[in-house]
C-alpha cells in the first residue's frame, strides 16, 4: 500500500520567515495531495489541496509544489505568522474505485516565535 | 464550525466493552468519511459510506462497523474494547464520493480506554 514519510516532524522559525514541509510518497498512481492544519485540540482543516496534472499550486500565502517524477512533494508558508502555529499533515491518495482513499503522513509541528 | 457534528465529545470506557460514535454531516453533504488518530499511529481513514452505502474501506479493524442511516448521520460501533483503541475520532464529510472535493471535520470523539 501506500506510505507517506513527512519532514520534519518540528519546525521552529521566526514571525516572517518561510517554511518548508517535504512529503514523500512511494505509489506512483496517487495523484491526488491534500495539505491539513490542525491547531491544538482543533479539527484537521483542508489548506491547499494539488492533483498531479500539476507542478504548483498558489493560495495567497501558502503554496505547494510537486514532484511526481521523484514523487514528493512540499507545502511552502511565506511571511509566517502565530497563527500559523500548528499541526500539518500531508497525504497522498489515488482513486480506488471512485474514493480517493488519503494516507497520511505522520504531521509537522510548525512553531511560529513572534 | 464545519457544520459537522459528533457526539459525544468525550468517552471513557472499560476493556472489553462496546461503544457507538455518532456523527452528522453539513446539510447536503452525502459523504461521511471515519477516521483515527491516535499518537501511535498518526490520522488513519477507516471507512466511507455514500448516500446510505459503503464506499471504501480502509484500516478498519473486524471489532469495528460504520453504517449511514437514511437521513445521512452516521455511526460508528467499537466493540471488544482494547487499550489501543484510545483515540481521537473524527467524522468528515463532503459532497460527493470522490474523497477530492473539500471534506469538512467534526469536533472529534475523544475515547479513552481503561
Known amino acids: 500500500g501506500e506510505n507517506v514519510e513527512q519532514h520534519p516532524s518540528t519546525l521552529s522559525v521566526q514571525e516572517g520567515d518561510s517554511a518548508v514541509i517535504k512529503c514523500t510518497y512511494s505509489?506512483?498512481?496517487?495523484?491526488?495531495f491534500p495539505w491539513y492544519k490542525q491547531e491544538l485540540g482543533k479539527r484537521p482543516q483542508l489548506i491547499i489541496d494539488?492533483?498531479?496534472?500539476?507542478g504548483e499550486k498558489k493560495d495567497q500565502r501558502i503554496a505547494v509544489t510537486l514532484n511526481k517524477t521523484a514523487k514528493h512533494f512540499s507545502l511552502h508558508i511565506t511571511e509566517t505568522q502565530p497563527e500559523d502555529s500548528a499541526v500539518y499533515f500531508c497525504?497522498?491518495?489515488?482513486?480506488?474505485?471512485?474514493?480517493?482513499?488519503?494516507?497520511f503522513g505522520r504531521g509537522t509541528s510548525l512553531i511560529v516565535h513572534p | 464550525d464545519s457544520g459537522v457534528t459528533q457526539t459525544p465529545k468525550h468517552l471513557i470506557t472499560a476493556t472489553g466493552q462496546r461503544v457507538t460514535l455518532r456523527c452528522s454531516p453539513r446539510s447536503g453533504d452525502l459523504s461521511v468519511y471515519w477516521y483515527q488518530q491516535s499518537l501511535d499511529q498518526g490520522l488513519q481513514f477507516l471507512i466511507q459510506y455514500y448516500n446510505g452505502e459503503e464506499r471504501a474501506k480502509g484500516n478498519i479493524l473486524e471489532r469495528f462497523s460504520a453504517q449511514q442511516f437514511p437521513d445521512l448521520h452516521s455511526e460508528l460501533n467499537l466493540s471488544s474494547l482494547e487499550l489501543g483503541d484510545s483515540a481521537l475520532y473524527f467524522c468528515?464529510?463532503?459532497?460527493?464520493?470522490?474523497?477530492?472535493?473539500?471534506?469538512?471535520f467534526g469536533p472529534g470523539t475523544r475515547l479513552t480506554v481503561l
Open positions: 494539488i492533483r498531479s496534472n500539476v
Open positions: 505509489d506512483s498512481a496517487s495523484n491526488y
Open positions: 497525504a497522498a491518495s489515488r482513486d480506488r474505485g471512485g474514493s480517493y482513499i488519503p494516507t
Open positions: 468528515a464529510s463532503s459532497v460527493t464520493s470522490t474523497g477530492t472535493d473539500t471534506q469538512y
